[in-house]
Nanobody
Framework: QVQLVESGGGSVDTGASLGLSCVASGDTSRISAMGWYRQTPGKERELVASITAHNKIYYPDFVKGRFTISRDNDKNTLYLQMNSLKPEDTAAYFC???????????WGRGTQVTVSS
C-alpha cells in the first residue's frame, strides 16, 4: 500500500503559476506510474498528466505546453508545475499511484486550485 498527500493549491488570477506536490509513503518501491487528476462538481475526474517508472510522460491536449509533470524518487515526491492558468483549470487536483502486482487504485485527498478571471 501507499499513502499520498498533495499540497500547493491556492487561489490565483488568470495567467498565474502554481506548483503542486504529492508526497508518497509506504511501499513506494513498487510504484509503476503516478499521475495528476482533477475534478470539478458535476464532472468526471480527468487525467491531467502521468509519468511511468520508465519516465514515459503523457499530457492531454488541454494542458499540453502549460503544465509539466516531474518526479523526485529520492524524496518520494511527484510535482505538477502549472503555468498560464485559466479559469477552466479550477478544480480539486488529486495525486494517483499504480503499483506493480496491485490493482488497487491509490489516491490522495486532493488540493484545491481556484483561478479567477
Amino acid at each position: 500500500q501507499v499513502q499520498l498527500v498533495e499540497s500547493g493549491g491556492g487561489s490565483v488570477d488568470t495567467g498565474a503559476s502554481l506548483g503542486l506536490s504529492c508526497v508518497a509513503s509506504g511501499d513506494t518501491s513498487r510504484i509503476s506510474a503516478m499521475g495528476w487528476y482533477r475534478q470539478t462538481p458535476g464532472k468526471e475526474r480527468e487525467l491531467v498528466a502521468s509519468i511511468t517508472a520508465h519516465n514515459k510522460i503523457y499530457y492531454p491536449d488541454f494542458v499540453k505546453g502549460r503544465f509539466t509533470i516531474s518526479r523526485d524518487n529520492d524524496k518520494n515526491t511527484l510535482y505538477l508545475q502549472m503555468n498560464s492558468l485559466k479559469p477552466e483549470d479550477t478544480a480539486a487536483y488529486f495525486c494517483n499511484a499504480d503499483l506493480y502486482g496491485d490493482y488497487t487504485v491509490y489516491w490522495g485527498r486532493g488540493t484545491q486550485v481556484t483561478v479567477s478571471s
